[in-house]
């Protein structure tokens, strides 16, 4: 496997389909993508965080604004539980790279692809895969109700 921690990245580096799939600059490149996200991620919740400390909204008075502020508050903290979910899956992204599995189905083994992995860093199965993955959650869904 290519070490990405030795990759460095031109400028404007993009990766390309005429490359040779999961190269050490391409794996740098979805590394630091990847961390990058997560900075976002937490910066985002550290703040959610304070502005819920700020407002103290359950002092309030009126039942009407302290049920609003609540509902706020609920909306906010699966918000943040949603995030936590996708750091988590940050994180395996960023060990799949460690590991030289990223980039790469996990019910396959095929290339997932740039494009998908440009759209969504934290894929692990093709567009193919997730489809079939989809239909059978569906079917289960359907054969339960």
Same mark, same amino acid.
């Given at each position: 496997m290519n070490n990405p921690?030795?990759?460095?990245?031109?400028?404007?580096?993009?990766?390309t389909e005429k490359e040779k799939y999961m190269n050490a600059q391409m794996l740098e490149y979805f590394r630091q993508k990847l /961390?990058?996200?997560?900075?976002?991620? *937490?910066?985002?919740?550290?703040?959610? /965080?304070?502005? /819920?400390?700020d407002e103290g909204g359950l002092q309030e008075p009126?039942?009407?604004?302290?049920?609003?502020?609540?509902?706020?508050?609920?909306?906010?903290l699966r918000a943040r539980d949603r995030q936590r979910k996708l750091i988590a899956k940050i994180d395996e992204a960023l060990d799949r790279i460690r590991i030289g599995e990223y980039g790469y189905c996990e019910e396959t083994g095929e290339p997932i692809g *740039?494009?998908?992995?440009?759209?969504?860093?934290?894929?692990?199965?093709?567009?193919?895969?997730?489809?079939?993955?989809?239909?059978?959650?569906?079917?289960?869904?359907d054969e339960r109700e």
């Open positions: 921690a030795t990759a460095t990245l031109p400028a404007n580096y993009k990766p /961390l990058h996200w997560k900075a976002e991620i *937490i910066k985002e919740s550290d703040d959610m /965080l304070h502005e /819920l400390a009126d039942i009407a604004d302290r049920a609003s502020v609540e509902t706020e508050v609920a909306l906010e *740039i494009k998908r992995l440009e759209a969504r860093p934290v894929a692990t199965l093709t567009v193919e895969a997730q489809e079939r993955h989809e239909r059978m959650e569906r079917t289960q869904r």
